[in-house]
């Protein structure tokens, strides 16, 4: 034990002796370490967010979209002008009434209108659905209440409205009770719901959605007061489409369930829709094991960039070893004549490079600990001079400033692992041409 800490004393001496060159030396397996666990935590992070946008969809749910088919499927289909596709009606009685596993089912149809409150007016998403859509959807009331079955049977006038359409209509009134106009109806508020997060979009299978621009009402209402024709007016153009409803929400008893529900289905749509290929089933359980096969993906892609610098480390060490070595040929000489043999040369040299790369190591792990710390600071530079005022609101610029990188805490000792290893072979080498000097030789050198 007293022999290795002469050792390690002999190597911090030596290495003490050229601070400024030791210190540069070791910068690269600093930043090396760094990077590897800022890399794997800012995956981590990505990986991390894009789990939770799955999860709010509702692991144990199954969500059914209408979608535009094809134009040329389209064309074949109908002849009208009015373009007729997306999930029915009977559809969500098929799917209820068939399938044993579902425990909750919520229709949905979606359409743009102006909503209008004395002076003020603004457009939002009209969305009729029943009252398990606030459950399904993860969303909170910040005052009132919510849709009711006696709504629904009713055919009651009435709205929640979401809470960017509070504050812009109701900027300094309490908006329950109050009359909103949508198109040429009134209907009364009765709820308002909390801010929340938009989600973005998730791959191809669902667009990003914004719940703060929404106004909520209950969907027979909805189907009575509006009809299914749903007629745009843009760019001097005018669309109609009829479509009953845009989705399904589907909620099943049991996660290991699911995926033969959702199979179950697909099967039960195909038969109805299969020449119109106007639907699209996502199953986020689904979503979810890809993104996790996504994030193993992340890690290895991320921590093989990362670990390049390491190794672009080891290579600055073992050169500056080398040059150590033939600066102190003739220190070599004297200790071999005075008796250390080969394996005490060995010993020293490459106690040394362990030195270097053990303290560049432990440095890096306390700079990757500042990840987060550091990863403000370039949001805050990107905010402040790269992204305009328009793109900082914009998806991409939402993901980029939710984004919060996470520390892999497995990451710290591997990476920390890896570079003394790294040290340990880079140091191999000069220790072993160093030890295979010839003493004689080695006196002689100047």
């Given amino acids: 034990m007293t022999r290795i800490i002469r050792i390690i004393r002999l190597a911090l001496k030596s290495l003490l002796l050229h601070k400024l060159r030791s210190g540069l030396t070791m910068l690269g397996i600093v930043f090396g370490v760094f990077s590897v666990i800022a890399m794997l935590a800012i995956g981590e992070g990505a990986s991390a967010q894009a789990q939770k946008q799955?999860?709010?969809?509702?692991?144990?749910?199954v969500i059914v979209r209408s979608v535009k088919p094809p134009l040329d499927v389209a064309q074949s289909s109908t002849r009208t002008r009015v373009l007729q596709y997306g999930l029915l009606r009977s559809d969500y009685k098929v799917l209820t009434n068939t399938l044993p596993t579902i425990t909750k089912a919520v229709p949905i149809r979606e359409i743009s209108r102006e909503i209008r409150y004395l002076k003020d007016a603004m457009n939002a998403r009209v969305v009729g659905c029943t009252g398990d859509y606030l459950e399904m959807n993860h969303l909170e009331l910040s005052q009132g209440r919510f849709l009711t079955h006696s709504d629904q049977t009713k055919l009651l006038n009435v709205a929640v409205i979401a809470n960017d359409v509070a504050n812009t209509l109701f900027k300094h009134e309490d908006p329950v009770g109050k009359s909103i106009r949508i198109g040429p109806m009134f209907y009364t508020v009765i709820g308002v719901t909390k801010d929340r997060t938009a989600s973005a979009a998730i791959g191809g299978s669902l667009s990003g959605q914004?719940?703060?621009?929404?106004?909520?009402?209950?969907?027979?209402?909805?189907?009575?007061?509006?009809g299914d024709l749903d007629i745009k007016n843009q760019a001097g153009s005018m669309t109609a489409e009829q479509i009953e409803l845009h989705q399904i929400t589907l909620r099943?008893?049991?996660?290991?369930?699911?995926?033969?529900?959702?199979?179950?289905?697909?099967?039960?749509?195909?038969?109805?829709?299969?020449?119109?290929?106007d639907y699209a089933v996502v199953v986020p359980l689904e979503l979810l094991k890809q993104a996790e096969q996504i994030r193993l993906i992340f890690n290895v892609v991320?921590?093989?960039?990362?670990?390049?610098?390491?190794?672009?480390?080891?290579?600055?060490?073992?050169?500056?070893?080398?040059?150590?070595?033939?600066?102190?040929?003739?220190?070599?000489?004297?200790?071999?004549?005075?008796?250390?043999?080969?394996r005490d040369i060995v010993e020293q040299f490459l106690t040394e490079t362990i030195v270097l790369a053990g303290s560049g190591g432990l440095?890096?792990?306390?700079?990757?600990?500042?990840?987060?710390?550091?990863?403000?600071?370039?949001?805050?530079?990107?905010?402040?001079?790269?992204?305009?005022?328009?793109?900082?609101?914009?998806?991409?610029?939402?993901?980029?400033f939710d984004l919060q990188p996470q520390i892999a805490f497995w990451s710290l000792p591997v990476a920390f692992g890896i570079s003394v290893t790294i040290g340990v072979i880079s140091g191999i080498y000069p220790a072993v041409a160093a030890a295979k000097l010839d003493p004689i030789e080695a006196l002689r050198h100047e």
Avoid: C
């Fill in 54 to 61: 799955v999860l709010e969809l509702g692991a144990t749910n």
């Fill in 302 to 342: 991320l921590g093989s960039i990362a670990a390049i610098s390491l190794v672009v480390g080891g290579i600055g060490i073992m050169n500056i070893m080398l040059a150590t070595v033939t600066e102190r040929t003739r220190e070599i000489g004297v200790r071999r004549a005075l008796g250390a043999r080969q």
């Fill in 252 to 277: 099943v008893n049991d996660k290991d369930a699911v995926l033969p529900t959702a199979q179950a289905i697909r099967e039960t749509l195909e038969q109805s829709h299969a020449r119109a290929k």
């Fill in 363 to 400: 440095i890096g792990v306390v700079l990757g600990l500042l990840t987060p710390v550091s990863f403000l600071g370039i949001q805050w530079f990107v905010q402040n001079f790269i992204m305009e005022g328009t793109t900082v609101g914009s998806e991409v610029g939402r993901m980029f």
């Fill in 210 to 226: 914004d719940y703060n621009k929404d106004v909520y009402v209950p969907i027979k209402t909805l189907q009575v007061r509006e």
